[in-house]
Structure formats: C-alpha cells, structure tokens
C-alpha cells in the first residue's frame, strides 16, 4: 500500500515557476513510476508526466515537453514535478500516481492516487 500526499501547488503568474511534490508513504515507493496527471471541471483527467522507479526513464506530455522536468529523490519517498514557463491552460488539479507499470501514460496504469493540488495560473 502507498499513500501520497502532492503539495506545492497554488496561484501564479502567466510565465512563472511552481514546484510540485509528491510525498510517499511506505517503504516500497522505490519500487513503482510515479506520474502526474491533471484535470480541469468537465474534462478527463489528462497525463502529463512519468518517471520510471529508478529515475532513468521519463515521458512528458507534448504540451508540457520544455517546459516540465518530473523527478524523484527515493531515499526521501518523494517525487515532484518542476513547472515553469507556465500558461494559463496549465491551470488544473494536479494529481501524482504511484504504478507498477514501466512509465506507463495512460491512469489506468497507476494504483495510489493522492489527493491533487490545485494549481492556477494567471495571465
């Protein structure tokens, strides 16, 4: 079982930077990708990024490619995902996923599912 608790997000600038995390309980998180989805009012929660369980492997959504760096620190059970260079499209609940699956882009791949944060961006 792994609980994850993202935090982080909140409201900026059209053009600025925020900095997600992703706090794992358990002591099998090493063991699993971790992605990062997000979803607005009335959409599908869509990908945007996954690291494999050793950090060697990482796909990006072609809309946040450049822009977004996903990585993790196993020894502290946490991932995050640095976003910059943000647009006001990027504006969503941001939730992080713990799978099995090698990197996999699609939600059903992931098992544990936090909360999700909210992130706003103005223009």
């Known amino acids: 079982q792994v609980q994850l608790v993202e935090s982080g997000g909140g409201l900026v600038q059209a053009g600025g930077s925020l900095t997600l995390s992703c706090a794992a309980s358990g002591r099998t998180f090493s063991r699993y990708a971790v992605g990062w989805f997000r979803q607005v009012p009335g959409k599908e929660r869509e990908f945007v990024a996954t690291?494999?369980?050793?950090?060697?492997?990482?796909k990006y959504a072609d809309s946040v490619k450049g822009r977004f760096t996903i990585s993790r620190d196993n020894a502290k059970n946490t991932g995050y995902l640095q976003m910059n260079s943000l647009k006001p499209e990027d504006t969503a609940v941001y939730y992080c996923?713990?799978?099995?699956?090698?990197?996999?882009?699609?939600?059903?791949?992931?098992?544990?599912w936090g909360q999700g944060t909210q992130v706003t961006v103005s223009s």
């Open positions: 996923a713990a799978g099995r699956l090698h990197t996999t882009v699609v939600k059903e791949g992931y098992d544990y």
């Open positions: 690291i494999s369980w050793n950090g060697a492997g990482t």
